[in-house]
């Protein structure tokens, strides 16, 4: 298995497409030829990481922070960074990230949250205006029909947006594709189809995928006080401490989670939902919520994320043979300080 390989799977659950045009996603170091020896999963490339990555025998760091973040300006090793990242190729060992394309994929950082807060009936909070679709038309002979639908819909069609009709000895297939998922259906297009060049004719569509979402919408088990959802919070994620703003008898059911940073969206957050579930609320963002009447709970960057890295060494171990990767937990860069 090559580097190459372990970042198909993960672009197969979460798209680069999908990521903000200021992201920093994809293979940052690295060959993507070389084999791979292991996987190491992170929420950031630390030196620690580094470190536990060589212990572990694994050439290839996923983590959902990009490192290195922005190019580097030199490569002198009197910088930190540089000097990890100049340690990572001499090293030879990859870096592969994702991330707000996780945090906006299906299943991603904001729908994990959701699982460890308990919270149910879950949908997209905001939309991505840039996950767009597509409309791609092909046609199969009656007697590869059946394997070349099977093979869009595997690839990353929208389920129930397959239509066929009869065009002369071929069928017509129009399927509906999220456009950060193209290139994996093309190519599934290719590998089935009897024809060495199929046709195919693409049209873009106006409406956005809807499957997509900054962070995450749900219901509580039950109504409770802000409160006592903050004790929960805490212990859920195991933290030694959470912030809230609002009135904290105030008793809310409906939840909006934006897992990382997500103080910047109080003023987008829906008039329906009762308490934001974030981190790095900044203190002029949390006036506007007092302003507007939304209740928060500021779990921390790192405590909103940090279970991503045993999330994704459990989705490549289900969907990887031959390779194993191991889960690292970084610690909160910061400590409360009480009494």
């Known amino acids: 298995m090559q580097v190459k390989d372990v970042c198909a799977a993960m672009e197969a659950w979460a798209p680069s497409g999908l990521a903000y045009p200021w992201d920093a996603v994809g293979l940052r170091i690295g060959d993507p030829t070389a084999p791979v020896t292991g996987v190491l999963t992170a929420l950031s490339v630390t030196r620690e990481a580094f470190e536990q990555a060589c212990a572990t025998g694994a050439n290839l760091i996923v983590s959902h922070h990009p490192f290195p973040w922005t190019p580097l300006a030199t490569l002198c090793p009197t910088d930190p960074e540089t000097r990890l990242a100049l340690d990572l190729v001499h090293a030879n060992i990859a870096c592969y990230a994702a991330h707000t394309n996780l945090d906006v994929v299906f299943g991603g950082v904001n729908h994990m949250l959701a699982k460890a807060l308990g919270v149910v009936n879950v949908s997209p909070l905001l939309p991505v205006e840039h996950a767009e679709q597509v409309k791609l038309v092909t046609y199969a002979p009656e007697s590869h029909w059946a394997t070349v639908r099977d093979a869009l819909c595997e690839a990353g069609t929208a389920p129930g947006a397959l239509r066929s009709s009869e065009a002369g000895e071929e069928r017509r297939i129009e399927?509906?594709?999220?456009?950060?998922?193209?290139?994996?259906?093309?190519?599934?297009?290719?590998?089935?189809?009897?024809?060495?060049?199929?046709?195919?004719?693409?049209?873009?569509?106006?409406?956005?995928?809807?499957?997509?979402?900054?962070?995450?919408?749900?219901?509580?088990?039950?109504?409770?006080?802000?409160?006592?959802?903050?004790?929960?919070?805490?212990?859920?994620?195991e933290l030694d401490h959470v912030r809230l703003v609002g009135d904290s008898q105030r008793e809310?059911?409906?939840?909006?989670?934006?897992?990382?940073?997500?103080?910047?969206?109080?003023?987008?957050?829906?008039?329906?939902?009762?308490?934001?579930?974030?981190?790095?609320?900044?203190?002029?963002?949390?006036?506007?919520?007092?302003?507007?009447?939304?209740?928060?709970?500021?779990?921390?960057?790192?405590?909103?994320?940090?279970?991503?890295a045993d999330a994704m060494a459990r989705y490549l171990n289900q969907h990887l043979a031959g390779v194993t990767a191991h889960a690292y937990t970084e610690p909160d860069p910061f400590r409360a300080v009480t009494g």
């Open 175 to 237: 399927v509906t594709v999220s456009k950060a998922r193209l290139n994996a259906v093309m190519a599934a297009l290719k590998n089935v189809h009897p024809h060495e060049q199929p046709a195919w004719d693409l049209y873009a569509l106006t409406n956005r995928d809807p499957d997509p979402g900054l962070g995450v919408r749900g219901e509580l088990p039950a109504p409770m006080r802000l409160e006592a959802l903050a004790r929960h919070v805490r212990h859920a994620l």
């Open 252 to 308: 809310v059911f409906r939840a909006g989670l934006i897992a990382g940073s997500g103080g910047g969206e109080i003023p987008n957050t829906p008039a329906d939902i009762d308490v934001l579930i974030t981190g790095d609320v900044k203190y002029h963002q949390a006036m506007t919520a007092l302003d507007r009447g939304v209740s928060v709970i500021d779990a921390g960057h790192h405590g909103a994320e940090k279970g991503i």
